[in-house]
Every structure is written in C-alpha cells, then in structure tokens.
C-alpha cells in the first residue's frame, strides 16, 4: 500500500494554462505538506493543512491554491502556469509532534511539472 | 532559528564510512536534529532523529556532541546505493525547508 500518494507523476503544460496535482495519505497523519523542489534541489515548503486547517502559507504567489477536502487530502491548484513553476512538487504528511521536535514526515513520489 | 551548514558533495567507496557535520550554531535548548535521504527521482525520507549524544537505527548513527552546535551523520559500509542527498534539519520550524543538502556519491 502506497502511504502518500500524488498524481500525476509527469504534468507538461503550456505556459497560462491552469492544472491540478492531487495528493492523498493512507497514514492517518493530521497534517499535509506541499513542498517545491527547483533545479537546485532546494526542497522548500509551499503550504501546510492541519486537519483541513491551513496553518503554513509561505510566500508563494497566490496563483497556488492548496484545496483540502478532507484530512487524507491535499490537492494543490495553479492557475495561470508560468514557466518559473517547472519543478519537482512534493506532497508529505506527519502526525504530531513534541515542541522541538520534528515530526517524521513521509513524503510521495514527486509530480514534475514541465511549463513550456 | 538554527540555520544548518553542511558540505555540498562528498564522494566515497563502496564499504567505507561515510560522515556528514552539519554545523547549527543557533540551535535552540528544545530543537531535536533530523537527517533526511533522498534518491533520485523520489522524495525524501525519514533516516534518523536525535537530541544529544548518540543514535543508532539499523541505517545511521547519529553524534551530537554536549554542546549540540554540530552533528555527525555517520553512514556504515556505503554501498553504491546508498548514493543520495542527505539533509540535515533543526527544530520544527518547517520555515527553513530543506536547504540544499550533501550529495555524497558512492564508487565502485
């Protein structure tokens, strides 16, 4: 059984176009992730839903929707691609964690998205 | 917030000891340290967690000194398939995301 899972796992588009990446967890974590991986291999966090609750919302234009109808889900919405959004998108889930400490986060395969 | 230094790319042979420093000055009395693994093509995963001292799991030890101002991620005899990008993480602050990690390439 696939803990997190994404789809698709390749997304090429063309550039102003607007896509959808769906990701969902069987662990029965509490809280999703979205994360941005660029060329570089910095893997940078997007958003974060706990429970359905947003709770991180970093500086990504508000092009990025995250859409969480239920706490196995997290799918993320981009309208208006543009090519600075070619990357590896990463979805991850965790369960809880103690004050300092950091959850372990189990992380899906990874949606590449191509904007041409 | 503890910031994390670690070396870019190191390079190895097949049944050495591989060892990363991450250096974190500023971190915190409570922040734990985690090191990540990611091959290519897939996403991170989980290797080890710790506080102070030492940690051992069937794929990492994990040494932090008294003053926990840098850790050691220590890899047993690496095998070609241990070749990877290892992040090193402080705290809980998701904020830092992961930085650029150490790309350690394994040889025959």
């Known amino acids: 059984d696939t803990a997190v899972s994404q789809t698709p796992k390749y997304l090429v588009t063309q550039m102003g176009n607007d896509k959808s990446i769906k990701c969902e967890q069987n662990l029965g974590h509490d809280t999703m992730y979205w994360y941005k991986q660029d060329s570089k291999k910095f893997l940078k966090i997007m958003f974060s839903?706990?429970?359905?609750?947003?709770?991180i919302n970093e500086t990504v234009p508000n092009r990025f929707s995250p859409k969480s109808p239920d706490k196995a889900h997290l799918n993320l919405h981009i309208n208006s691609l543009e090519l600075g959004d070619s990357a590896v998108y990463f979805c991850?889930?965790?369960?809880?964690?103690?004050?300092?400490?950091?959850?372990?986060?189990?992380f899906g395969p990874g949606t590449r998205l191509t904007v041409l | 917030l503890a910031k994390t230094t670690q070396p870019i790319s190191m390079d190895s042979y097949e049944g050495q000891e591989v060892n990363i420093t991450c250096s974190h000055n500023?971190?915190?009395?409570?922040?734990?340290i985690t090191w990540y693994q990611q091959f290519p093509s897939q996403g991170p995963r989980f290797i080890i967690q710790g506080y102070k001292t030492k940690v051992t799991n069937e794929v990492a030890s994990l040494f932090i000194p008294a003053d926990r101002k840098s850790s050691t991620l220590s890899l047993p005899r690496v095998s070609l398939s241990d070749t990877a990008v290892y992040y090193c993480?402080?705290?809980?602050?998701?904020?830092?995301?992961f930085g650029a990690g150490t790309t350690v390439t394994v040889r025959a």
């Open positions: 991850a889930s965790s369960q809880g964690r103690l004050a300092g400490e950091r959850d372990e986060q189990f």
């Open positions: 993480l402080v705290g809980d602050d998701y904020k830092l995301s």
């Open positions: 839903y706990n429970n359905k609750e947003l709770i």
């Open positions: 500023n971190i915190a009395t409570n922040d734990y």
